[in-house]
């Protein structure tokens, strides 16, 4: 157990639709990544937030958008949902972002119908 | 960052050590060395990182060539748990787009009974 929590672990929606995938970073922890990993592209990189700013950007879509709370906890918010959305999303945490390991939650599965 | 080669694929003898390579010779002094593994969909799974020394940890040893071109994780005793994607990955510690993994495409490790 990475201490990582990711809710919901799965979700089924249709196209057009919005979500928000939510994540509790480990104890102590105040940077949070967000990844995702479809079939064809392995895992790649959304974002990251350090103590409630975002730090880096990735490949995220601007249909996406998240943000990190005072409470530490994140969210990831997609909306106008595509079939090519369906994947994994991994939330991800470390104690900084200078070096320290990142420990990767379970993911919460997403299908887009 | 450095940009990472691996072999696609490997099979290792249970019981038996399993070396997994990795090249990184475009590799920077500011760049560690990380292995992350990843079991069928579960969130990537920290397992050890280095800048130039050895290292060791309960789960594997890293091996670091001198000239830090490439490196080589250790399973000292491999079991069919094991089986997993393995990726190595160079990340930058200070400056630019630190704190963020890169993924590519790892080493598939089968072990066989």
């Known amino acids: 157990d990475s201490g990582v929590t990711q809710t919901p672990k799965h979700l089924i929606t249709a196209t057009g639709q919005r979500v928000t995938l939510r994540c509790s970073p480990r104890?102590?922890?105040?940077?949070v990544y967000w990844y995702q990993q479809s079939l064809d592209q392995g895992l790649q990189f959304l974002i990251q937030?350090?103590?409630?700013?975002?730090?880096a950007k990735g490949n995220i879509l601007e249909r996406f958008s998240a943000q990190q709370f005072p409470d530490l906890h994140s969210e990831l918010n997609l909306s106008s949902l595509e079939l090519g959305d369906s994947a994994l999303y991994f939330c991800?945490?470390?104690?900084?972002?200078?070096?320290?390991?990142?420990?990767f939650g379970n993911g919460t599965r997403l299908t887009v119908t | 960052d450095a940009k990472t080669t691996q072999p696609t694929s490997m099979d290792c003898a249970e019981g038996r050590a399993a070396n997994l390579p990795c090249n990184h010779s475009?590799?920077?002094?500011?760049?560690?060395v990380y292995w992350y593994r990843q079991i069928h969909s579960q969130g990537p799974q920290y397992i050890i990182h280095?800048?130039?020394n050895n290292e060791t940890n309960e789960m594997a040893s890293l091996i670091i060539t001198e000239d830090r071109k490439s490196s080589t994780l250790i399973l000292p005793h491999a079991t069919l748990r094991d089986t997993a994607v393995y990726y190595c990955?160079?990340?930058?510690?200070?400056?630019?787009?630190?704190?963020?993994?890169?993924f590519g495409k790892g080493t598939k490790l089968s072990v066989k009974p």
């Open positions: 991800a945490s470390s104690v900084s972002g200078e070096g320290s390991p990142l420990h």
């Open positions: 104890s102590g922890d105040l940077s």
């Open positions: 937030y350090y103590n409630g700013e975002e730090r």
């Open positions: 475009t590799i920077s002094g500011n760049e560690y």
């Open positions: 280095g800048l130039k």
């Open positions: 990955i160079v990340r930058r510690i200070y400056g630019g787009s630190q704190g963020n993994l890169i």
